[in-house]
């Protein structure tokens, strides 16, 4: 997990407005939940994990991250795509969203057309 920012732009972003708050949370979560390249994988159990794991019920929260995740590639806040049979996520736009200076080395490739889904 890394430490991120968080944009006053983005409380105040149509595209954002649209989602619930529950989606708006994961999305927030999900930046730190990448690399510095903003990939990472797309492992709902690994990012229920990560990013709720104190949540009383975490069936319902493994639900909600799911249904999530899917609200974010609909919208088009991530791209989800596969490598070698295993799934990754990207943060669209993510040189928008955070300013790395001194990015480690990516851990992940990043989406490709080819590898899209």
Not at 30 to 37: A, H, K, M, Q, R
């Amino acid at each position: 997990m890394r430490i991120r920012s968080i944009k006053p732009e983005f409380w105040t972003s149509e595209d954002i407005a649209a989602l619930d708050w529950p989606t708006r949370l994961l999305f927030i979560g999900l930046w730190s939940y990448v690399d510095d390249n903003g990939v990472g994988r797309d492992n709902e159990k690994l990012i229920k994990a990560d990013l709720f794991p104190l949540e009383d019920n975490p069936r319902d929260t493994l639900a909600t991250v799911s249904r999530g995740l899917q609200a974010l590639c609909d919208g088009g806040q991530i791209t989800r795509y596969m490598i070698d049979g295993k799934p990754f996520l990207f943060i669209n736009a993510w040189e928008s969203h955070q300013r790395i200076d001194r990015p480690n080395k990516a851990r992940y490739e990043p989406p490709t057309c080819e590898n899209a889904i």
